[in-house]
């Protein structure tokens, strides 16, 4: 919507929010706007020609949102089965010599807990003995993933990510832990039914829908005059979805995302650099044909775009130029990172053997997509 995608032969400035929020930008780095592209065609710009602005949440972006929280909950399996498999291969062996130690945590069932890589691991087991032995924990804790999975399924509820390890003749429930406490619960009960919430009035109602859908009546819950009307098992806990808490953890899992981008870019980069004098097929990660005006070879590895800062178009006047346009791209992205309403992709440089590497995270954006700026320099 915005800029180039073809070295400025054709500029781009369709989005009037996007032209705003960009010249908000150029204000707050104190940069002015220019005439950018040819004849009648100019548009004025307050950003670089070659930048290249899309709206946020364009339909490949949701593809992209959703391919990310599939592969994070490939991810939570991968480590919940390795780690609970740990976990009950020691489970006979004294809680210091463990590798994974347990941990004491509340509830009326479960026996010892543990808790690794932001994953609660509890064993599906009698020890209060209230389900009349550990087959019917085992059945609950199956029953249990059935609920959340139908509860997954109902607008304006969100459940954790739940797995179920059997191993070894044990049940090892595996749930995603949440940024909530006793202070943030809402709805149900956090100590056995001794003290039952029904405090938000949105929840409720969610409740309630929920609970129509799944064509289950509503029951008191609670002792004496605390009791309350609840459309769910009493030992449910309903929190806002929301909470300051959530939005920290959100934060920390972007944090957690960078660290990883990070991690893989160098490790590719320097890969990709060591091959580079080889033929291409016979490189562990192999160049690929793309368009631009710099950058040479490019490759595209686990969601990253790889490209040499080199020039091998002769516009910068020498490889030195093209590192140092690099690190003013890194600069530039960082300022438009720090400006209201507008995302950059994730970005790092990468020097070795006297070659510098610019890694990019892949955005799911086309030229169809493109609104501001030039795409074709």
């Known amino acids: 919507r915005y800029g180039s995608s073809d070295g400025g032969m054709t500029v781009r400035d369709d989005d009037p929010d996007l ?5 908000l930008a150029a204000e707050k780095m104190n940069l002015k706007g220019h005439w950018a592209g040819l004849g009648k065609d100019k548009k004025q710009l307050y950003a670089p020609t070659d930048i290249e602005g899309h709206p946020q949440e364009s339909e490949g972006q949701k593809l992209h949102k959703y391919k990310s929280l599939s592969a994070l909950a490939d991810n939570f399996q991968h480590t919940a089965k390795t780690c609970g498999k740990l976990i009950i291969s020691e489970k006979n062996i004294p809680n210091a010599y463990r590798t994974i130690k347990s941990v004491g945590l509340g509830g009326q069932a479960g026996g010892e807990k543990y808790i690794y890589h932001g994953i609660l691991f509890k064993f599906a087991i009698d ?3 209230i ?28 459940v954790p990510l739940m797995v179920l390890i059997d191993y070894r003749g044990y049940r090892l429930v595996c749930l995603s832990i949440l940024p909530i406490t006793k202070e943030t619960l809402r709805y149900g009960s956090s100590d056995g039914g001794m003290t039952v919430r029904d405090d938000d009035p949105d929840l409720r109602s969610r409740m ?13 819950a609670g002792l004496g005059k605390d009791k309350k009307q609840l459309y769910a098992p009493t030992d449910i806990e309903g929190h806002p979805q929301e909470s300051e808490g959530q939005k920290l953890h959100k934060y920390k899992s972007l944090s957690a995302l960078a660290d ?12 990709i650099i060591s091959e580079k004098n080889i033929p291409n097929a016979y490189r562990t ?10 950058g040479g070879e490019k490759y595209i590895y686990h969601g990253i775009l790889f490209k ?15 590192m140092k346009a690099a690190g003013h791209e890194l600069k530039g992205a960082m300022r438009y990172y720090l400006c209201e309403g507008l995302s950059v992709p994730l970005m ?16 799911p954006i086309t030229k169809e997509t493109l609104r501001y700026g030039s795409s074709d320099g």
């Open 348 to 363: 790092v440089l990468i020097d070795y053997r006297g070659y510098r590497l610019v890694c990019l995270s892949i955005l």
């Open 131 to 158: 389900y009349g032995g550990d087959e019917y924990a085992m059945k609950a804790a199956g029953h249990e993933l059935k609920g959340a999975m139908r509860y997954y399924l109902c607008e304006g509820l969100s």
């Open 19 to 23: 032209r705003s929020r960009m010249r």
């Open 208 to 220: 309630r829908l929920a609970a129509e859908k799944m064509n289950l009546k509503g029951h008191w």
């Open 260 to 271: 990883n981008f990070q991690h893989t870019a160098k490790t590719c980069g320097k890969l």
């Open 285 to 294: 990660i192999k160049s690929v044909g793309l368009g631009g005006q710099a």
């Open 127 to 129: 020890w209060m003995k």
């Open 308 to 322: 040499f800062a080199i020039d091998w178009m002769k516009i910068y006047g020498g490889d030195e130029y093209a």
